[in-house]
């Protein structure tokens, strides 16, 4: 190799993805989106890379391709352990020099970049010295499934020409590093085949801003159409690390281009202990210091940064045709956000599309005793191993559950081994996340206190199958594993829709064949996301219980008015639910708890009258339009309107429970439009629930009110047969195919077809018996929704009766 002959500094303006193999996917990547997606507003720091041939020029200099080898063999043979190979190497690099022509351009490169910006900055150019970040960039000819993410060095806000020469030689012996020889291995690449390109960037400081990272699919289930932010104060490095649970934002990517929405779905506050800043004399090392109680209450992004990023995160995957891994900062002086990295998502964008593979605990009320994020849609079990540092790795097992506050990037060759992993700190897009993807592992983060709470021996179960908060239970618990080719399925006329409880388990559920939710109970968001009775809210000087008081203050902190945090908690969870499977209709039912589970939520005791029979009192419909009520109801409106026509989410179908009588179906529209529901106005659909005998019998009558119908069995079975659905002692008589209850069934669909408006079935009996599905689809109903487990079985049995089974 003769420098005459080869180029060893590229800028990024001259980069795009086809210069892969010479400065690697990560610099490669900067220069791609600098030259293309600057007409999408991208705003991307310049800077320049050096290249594989600078890589290899250097080793071959400084001959070290031989004592690499015989360190690695080593290794391999067992004559030496990861950390004195892994050692060995990076010494090698760290006493070499740099060869002329190499420092040469280097320096030129640097100099071409002080320029540009003390032009900008308005600097002496002769003078200036920027600060820039120095990262690694792993180089090969082939990389499918390796992100190499995180497996070599960054240094940042270097300064000067020979701060940054010494970070180059860092950045190089940084390919050594422990983890990445471990990956390597894993991944099969020849470790003497990759090469390390090193970036050089201008530094964009956050240090009195905020950083975070960006993936363009939900990074547990990888649903394509929900895009996931994590954002914490100052430098990002913690968000990365895991070192604080950061912010989390959901945004609906298919609402992005229209103006008139604002596509947020979800926002979550993070506790954000701490934020990392640049400190010392030279400014060049970091420290993390506490956050204000203000900066953990606030949220570090505003809405319109939000769905700023949210765009460009759409433009940049768009570009690339593949899911993307997008670190983004927002600086300090000018308050504008950058994007400093983007790389392919490397877990579910490789993953088969055919295959759906489902976990589920066979225990009834297991005992729980923590809560996190989930990471992996998995259950497993094993035994608790804490580890506080690198001395307590050592004895990891495929049955070991490894507890910590956070993990290292050094950890990786242990992390390999382990059944599972559960931390304090941490959020989807943490370290410990992204390692436990792309091994396979199931993890648990952000649980706060795990670390406090297991011990060395306790034996767990660990769930991250159960949407999006994980779950740890005490013992070793019975799963069960299903795995269905969605190929092979058989696609019947009648509609399959899915019931779905919580907004949790929404994503989990997007490949599922079905045409959408036929039922979404508004009451599982309300006990447990908002927690507080609704008029609480509203009269919270009505509160007459001080620790009911305490908690309603604490939980709706950051909150002036306090109506506000019930509506968009609640329209956060339908958002969830109606976005998982846009743009086909999701039926969300309104309120129907009984007076007594009301009074169960906080503050509730005070605005519940107590029944003799909560069942068939004071419930559904007859609640919305009650002065006792009526507030509250406004607030589920207010909730459903920004869903429908704020964040656009129009599939949403509003049905209401529990409707009585003509009179009542009428008195609840006109309080829904005194609301800003009005029936057919932005294409509102209102359905009713179909569950009490006067429904079927007044069908043609109350079809005049409402848009469609769906059957409620088990509230019908308990008022047809008389027997009170939560009695043990009667449950012999409760019985959904009693004749009686068969009959009621096939008049309304009949009847509603006759009035011309769709019927569908929502009750728990073509779950439980599928038969039951074959029985509904004799009588002609529309559409069967069934809980997601027993969506399969369903499309069978539905299939088979259709004669297409």
Not at 36 to 50: C, E, N
Not at 108 to 113: G, P, Q, S
Not at 308 to 337: C, F, N, R, S
Not at 395 to 404: A, K, M, P, R
Request: aromatic letters at 8%.
């Amino acid at each position: 190799m003769t420098p005459e002959s080869t180029q060893y500094t590229l800028p990024f303006t001259e980069m795009g993805m086809d210069d892969q193999p010479k400065v690697g996917g990560k610099n490669a990547s900067l220069g791609e989106m600098i030259r293309h997606l600057k007409s999408a507003g991208v705003r991307i720091p310049d800077g320049f890379a050096t290249t594989s041939d600078a890589y290899r020029y250097f080793v071959e200099a400084n001959k070290l391709e031989e004592p690499i080898r015989e360190n690695l063999d080593k290794y391999h043979n067992g004559e030496l352990e990861i950390d004195e190979a892994g050692r060995n190497i990076r010494q090698l690099f760290q006493k070499s020099t740099f060869p002329t022509a190499l420092a040469e351009s280097i320096r030129e490169a640097y100099t071409e970049l002080n320029h540009k910006y003390a032009e900008q900055y308005d600097e002496d150019s002769d003078t200036y010295n920027a600060d820039v970040a120095v990262r690694s960039s792993a180089t090969a000819e082939d990389l499918p499934g390796a992100s190499f993410a995180g497996q070599q060095e960054t240094y940042l806000n270097v300064r000067g020409v020979e701060d940054l020469m010494k970070a180059c030689k860092s950045c190089f012996a940084s390919l050594f590093t422990n983890r990445a020889i471990v990956y390597r291995d894993k991944k099969d690449f020849g470790h003497m085949d990759v090469a390390l390109s090193v970036g050089v960037q201008k530094m964009v400081r956050a240090d009195n801003s905020c950083s975070g990272v960006l993936f363009t699919v939900d990074t547990e289930t990888g649903f394509p159409n929900a895009l996931l932010i994590n954002g914490a104060w100052g430098l990002g490095e913690n968000v990365v690390k895991g070192t604080v649970n950061p912010d989390q934002y959901y945004v609906f990517k298919n609402r992005l281009d229209n103006p008139d929405y604002v596509p947020i779905i979800d926002k979550v506050t993070g506790s954000k202990e701490m934020k990392m800043v640049y400190s010392g004399d030279d400014g060049n090392t970091t420290e993390n210091v506490p956050t204000s109680l203000a900066e953990r209450q606030q949220m570090v992004l505003e809405d319109e940064e939000i769905i700023q990023l949210a765009k460009w995160g759409v433009a940049i995957e768009k570009h690339y045709d593949k899911p993307m891994d997008i670190e983004w900062v927002k600086e300090d002086k000018t308050k504008q956000i950058y994007i400093v990295q983007a790389r392919p998502e490397t877990v579910h964008s490789l993953k088969l599309n055919g295959m759906l593979k489902s976990y589920r605990l066979r225990e009834n009320n297991p005992t729980l005793l923590l809560k996190g994020q989930s990471v992996g849609s998995v259950i497993t079990t094993g035994t608790v191993k804490v580890v506080r540092d690198t001395s307590d790795l050592s004895g990891i097992e495929e049955d070991t559950i490894l507890v910590t506050e956070m993990t290292e990037p050094d950890w990786v060759p242990a992390l390999k081994n382990a059944g599972g992993i559960v931390t304090d700190f941490g959020g989807r897009t943490c370290h410990a996340a992204i390692v436990s993807r792309e091994l396979g592992i199931p993890a648990v983060v952000g649980t706060d206190k795990a670390t406090d709470e297991l011990k060395d021996g306790d034996k767990i179960t660990l769930s991250s199958a159960e949407g999006d908060v994980g779950k740890i239970y005490k013992g070793l618990l019975e799963y069960k594993v299903d795995e269905v080719d969605l190929g092979s399925l058989p696609k019947p006329e009648t509609e399959v829709m899915l019931n779905l409880a919580t907004p949790e388990s929404a994503f989990k559920w997007w490949r599922l064949p079905v045409k959408g939710v036929g039922l979404a109970r508004m009451e599982f968001i309300i006990s447990n996301h908002i927690r507080i009775h609704p008029m609480a809210l509203v009269h919270p000087d009505q509160v007459e219980d001080e620790e009911a008081y305490r908690k309603i203050r604490k939980l709706t902190t950051g909150y002036s008015d306090m109506k506000e945090y019930f509506v968009d908690k609640l329209a956060s969870g339908i958002s969830k639910i109606a976005a998982s499977r846009f743009p086909d209709p999701v039926i969300v039912r309104t309120s129907d708890f009984k007076s007594n589970e009301y009074a169960g939520l906080i503050g509730g005791e005070g605005f519940e009258p107590d029944e003799e029979n909560p069942m068939i009192g004071w419930r559904g419909a007859s609640r919305y339009y009650h002065e006792n009520y009526r507030e509250g109801f406004e607030l589920e409106c207010r909730a459903l309107k920004k869903v429908r026509e704020v964040i656009g989410l129009d599939n949403v179908i509003v049905m209401i429970p529990f409707c009585r009588t003509l009179t009542e179906a009428e008195k609840v529209l006109e309080v829904m439009e005194e609301y800003g529901l009005k029936r057919g106005e932005k294409g509102l659909q209102i359905y009713m629930m179909c569950e009490i005998p006067s429904n079927y019998i007044l069908a043609d009558q109350f079809a005049e009110f409402f848009d469609g119908f769906s059957i409620g069995s088990n509230d019908l079975t308990q008022l047809i047969l008389g027997v009170d659905r939560d009695s043990g002692l009667m449950s012999h008589v409760f019985d959904e195919n009693d004749p009686a209850v068969k009959t009621a069934i096939r008049e309304v669909v009949e009847r509603a077809h006759d009035a011309g408006i769709k019927v569908g079935f929502c009750g728990q009996a073509p779950s439980n018996d599928p038969e039951y599905a074959a029985f509904l689809v004799e009588c002609g109903i529309d559409s069967v929704s069934v809980v997601p487990d027993s969506v399969i079985r369903v499309i069978h049995k539905v299939a088979e009766a259709e004669g297409k089974g």
